[in-house]
């Protein structure tokens, strides 16, 4: 069983920045894909970005240049690091995390997911 534990949301202006980490309960070593989703109200949950543990990435064109996905094995920890941050980008973005040994089938959804954590860009 994979915990993820989301951190680093608030409010922030449009232009600024925030960094979004997961937290896993255990080691992520063997997880070969994670990635971010979001979902704004009224909207479907949508991939923003994955990545896998070979650093094979993927983002949503619509934050391509202005998001990052990393992962730190050592912390357990994936990140996500935005910038130059729209009204659009409000949503609650949650952590997804495939099971720990699966083969890379896809750019998810995967099998756990976080409680998720509020962003909100004001204008």
């Known amino acids: 069983q994979v915990q993820l534990v989301e951190s680093g949301g608030g409010l922030v202006q449009a232009g600024g920045s925030l960094r979004l980490s997961c937290a896993a309960s255990?080691?992520?070593?063997?997880?070969?894909?994670m990635g971010w989703y979001r979902q704004a109200p009224g909207k479907q949950r949508e991939l923003v970005a994955a990545?896998?543990?070979?650093?094979?990435?993927k983002y949503a064109d619509s934050v391509k240049g202005r998001f990052t996905i990393s992962r730190d094995n050592a912390k357990n920890t994936m990140y996500l690091q935005m910038g130059s941050l729209k009204p659009e980008d409000t949503a609650v973005y949650f952590c997804?995390?495939?099971?720990?040994?699966?083969?890379?089938?896809?750019?998810?959804?995967?099998?756990?997911w976080g409680q998720g954590t509020q962003v909100t860009v004001s204008s």
């Open positions: 255990g080691s992520i070593f063997s997880i070969n894909a």
């Open positions: 990545i896998t543990s070979g650093g094979r990435t």
């Open positions: 997804n995390a495939d099971l720990p040994g699966a083969v890379f089938t896809g750019w998810g959804p995967y099998y756990y």
